[in-house]
């Protein structure tokens, strides 16, 4: 099992910036790759950001390339996903995700694991 805790969501202008935090408890991480989607209201559920825990590759989705930086932090288990340039479009509820399947993992299904979810709201 690995439970997953997600903080720092809330309300930002467009332009600004907001940091997510994802604090990773429970199985070894270094066979995992953790991720963060989000869901907008009534819209499904979409691929954000991930990191492999073992050697920090990272990849994203297009939008927001060169916007949001996501790392992790060994020491104390943890994932950030530091958003800037912020946009409305960017509003959604942003969830962390553990997947131990092998490879570029962008879609929800091959997540096991998920956090709570936490709001970021952007406004214009």
């Known amino acids: 099992q690995v439970q997953l805790v997600e903080s720092g969501g809330g309300l930002a202008q467009t332009g600004g910036s907001l940091r997510l935090s994802c604090a990773a408890s429970?199985?070894?991480?270094?066979?995992?790759?953790i991720a963060w989607f989000r869901q907008a209201p009534g819209k499904e559920r979409e691929f954000v950001a991930a990191?492999?825990?073992?050697?920090?590759?990272?990849y994203y989705r297009d939008s927001v390339k060169g916007r949001f930086t996501i790392s992790r932090d060994v020491g104390p288990n943890t994932v950030y996903l530091q958003m800037n340039s912020l946009k409305p479009e960017d509003t959604a509820v942003y969830y962390c995700a553990a997947s131990s399947a092998y490879g570029e993992n962008r879609r929800d299904v091959w997540y096991d694991y998920w956090g709570q979810g936490t709001q970021v709201t952007v406004s214009s």
């Open positions: 429970g199985r070894t991480l270094s066979s995992y790759t």
């Open positions: 990191i492999k825990w073992s050697d920090g590759n990272t």
